[in-house]
């Protein structure tokens, strides 16, 4: 089963998403209408919140994410932001249901002026990766700190595979425990 992301800040950079999840999937640009982006005052990663119907996001939808890089994606994003389905508007016109990172309302007071990709990928980029990169190489940063804060849905996700890839013994499963 695979899934889309609109994407409008960092993860926008292949170099980025070559870190994360080992590839550049196939993307298209996209707008996301009635959402505004901001800076995330001392920091240079950005945040969109739901806004008036006027303001829009550009960005672009990534296409045909598995359901563990998604997961990757949410370790990545945080807690402060909160994964919804959006419909971004695709450069055909067309729509496009996507997965989209949204800042949280508590956390709103931290927002502050325009974020600019451009200049993020002039300024900040390299040193982004290198961070990346860094937190990688931790051992613990990607298996205990996700297991922590993901094990019940990466537990849930698992029994969901192997229920589909598996079904004759879970039937068989199923018949010895009774």
Same mark, same amino acid.
């Given at each position: 089963? !695979?899934?889309?992301?609109?994407?409008?800040?960092?993860?926008?950079?292949?170099?980025?998403?070559?870190?994360?999840?080992?590839?550049?999937?196939?993307?298209?640009?996209?707008t996301?209408?009635?959402?505004?982006?901001?800076?995330?005052?001392?920091?240079?990663?950005?945040?969109? /919140?739901?806004?008036?119907s006027?303001?829009?996001?550009?960005?672009?939808?990534?296409?045909?994410? !598995?359901?563990?890089?998604?997961? /990757?994606?949410?370790?990545?994003? !945080?807690?402060?932001?909160?994964?919804?389905?959006?419909?971004?508007e695709?450069?055909?016109?067309?729509t !496009?249901?996507?997965?989209?990172?949204?800042?949280?309302?508590?956390?709103?007071?931290?927002?502050?002026g325009?974020?600019?990709?451009?200049?993020?990928?002039?300024?900040?980029l390299?040193?982004?990766?290198?961070?990346?990169?860094?937190?990688?190489?931790?051992?613990?940063?990607?298996?205990?700190?996700?297991?922590?804060?993901?094990?019940?849905?990466?537990?849930?996700?698992?029994?969901?595979?192997? =229920?589909?890839?598996?079904?004759? =013994?879970?039937?068989?499963?199923?018949?010895?425990?009774?």
């Open positions: 089963m !695979s899934g889309t992301a609109f994407v409008y800040g960092t993860l926008m950079a292949p170099e980025v998403l070559k870190l994360l999840i080992k590839r550049v999937p196939e993307s298209r640009a996209a996301l209408k009635g959402y505004a982006r901001y800076r995330v005052k001392g920091q240079v990663f950005p945040a969109i /919140i739901p806004s008036t006027e303001s829009k996001v550009k960005g672009m939808v990534l296409m045909e994410l !598995s359901r563990s890089e998604l997961h /990757i994606l949410d370790v990545y994003e !945080s807690e402060e932001y909160y994964r919804a389905t959006v419909e971004p695709l450069e055909d016109g067309s !496009s249901p996507a997965d989209v990172y949204v800042w949280k309302d508590e956390h709103k007071h931290l927002l502050d325009e974020w600019i990709y451009e200049e993020w990928r002039q300024l900040h390299h040193r982004w990766v290198q961070r990346c990169q860094l937190l990688l190489q931790q051992p613990d940063w990607d298996y205990s700190e996700f297991m922590q804060q993901h094990l019940p849905a990466y537990l849930d996700m698992t029994q969901g595979f192997m =229920q589909e890839c598996f079904p004759q =013994q879970r039937q068989q499963q199923q018949q010895q425990q009774q």
